[in-house]
């Protein structure tokens, strides 16, 4: 239950796949899930702010994430309404008062290479002069158990593929939130906006994507009060360098036994080393 109790949020959950007809390369017809895709044009008090393409799964948890980790609010209680109509692909966001920085926030844009055109504010860097990360230790027995929950997940994408998943963990395993959605940035902002409303204390928990862990999921997880990473995919250099400057576990790479360390290696605790693989046989790292 939201922790404001007087905010009025819809229940707009959209369909997540259609079907379709496809030919295989056996010239066969058969039927395929597809996934949908769909714009929701956000607005702050009236004011139009942007447009995101996004599966629909949780739309206000969305767009209230993108509203936090925008910068555009700031304390829950300014909140008194999220309300999503599919039927004009809108979002309406109601507040106490408009932000007074608004418009020079809004100024301050970068298009990210996040999937579906996402953007990053310029001021969200300044935001982290000052933020302090939990440095709590993590087992590598720990990242197993993560990885074997994980499978249990990702329904949209085993159904129909082209989309990312994102989630919200514990260090023992459990997955306390699971988000699917066109782009990345879009996944990472409905679990902000779900723990957000639901009240739950992040700075002990893993954020995991499927994704890349470039400078934007850096940031957001960051944002989130998240210090430990861990990624299907690989990491860019200045997701990196973000990762080092706050002291966050950075694990790329994951897939089964297999996961690769790209900061925070300190913190990582090697207690369940599985046998070497002959040399000829170990994987490469090459780019996803």
């Not at 994408?157 to 998943?165: K, P, Q, S």
């Amino acid at each position: 239950m939201p922790r404001n109790p007087k905010l009025v949020l819809t229940q707009a959950r959209a369909p997540l796949t259609r079907m379709t007809q496809v030919m295989d390369e056996q010239g066969e017809w058969r039927e395929q899930a597809l996934a949908c895709e769909r714009p929701l044009t956000l607005y702050l008090n009236k004011r139009e702010i942007v447009t995101l393409m996004t599966l629909g799964e949780d739309p206000e948890a969305l767009v209230l994430g993108y509203l936090r980790n925008q910068g555009l609010i700031r304390q829950l209680e300014d909140l008194l309404a999220i309300q999503v109509d599919w039927d004009v692909e809108a979002a309406a966001v109601v507040t106490t008062h408009t932000p007074e920085d608004m418009e020079d926030t809004l100024s301050r844009r970068t298009v990210t290479t996040g999937c579906g055109q996402g953007t990053v504010f310029g001021n969200q860097m300044e935001r982290l002069h000052d933020l302090t990360l939990a440095q709590w230790q993590f087992k590598q027995s720990q990242v197993y158990q993560l990885l074997e929950a994980l499978n249990q997940h990702n329904d949209t994408y085993r159904n129909a593929g082209a989309v990312h998943g994102c989630a919200i963990c514990t260090a023992t395993g459990e997955v306390l939130s699971f988000c699917e959605d066109i782009g990345r940035h879009n996944a990472v902002d409905t679990l902000a906006g779900r723990l957000w409303l639901e009240g739950i204390e992040s700075d002990d928990k893993v954020f995991y994507t499927t994704g890349r862990l470039t400078s934007e999921m850096v940031i957001k997880a960051a944002q989130m009060g998240i210090s430990v990473l861990l990624s299907r995919s690989g990491a860019t250099e200045m997701g990196l360098q973000l990762a080092n400057r706050l002291g966050m576990l950075m694990l790329a790479r994951a897939k089964g036994r297999h996961f690769l360390v790209y900061s925070g290696q300190e913190r990582l605790l090697l207690d369940a080393r599985p046998s070497p693989m002959p040399r000829s046989s170990k994987r490469r790292d090459t780019h996803e």
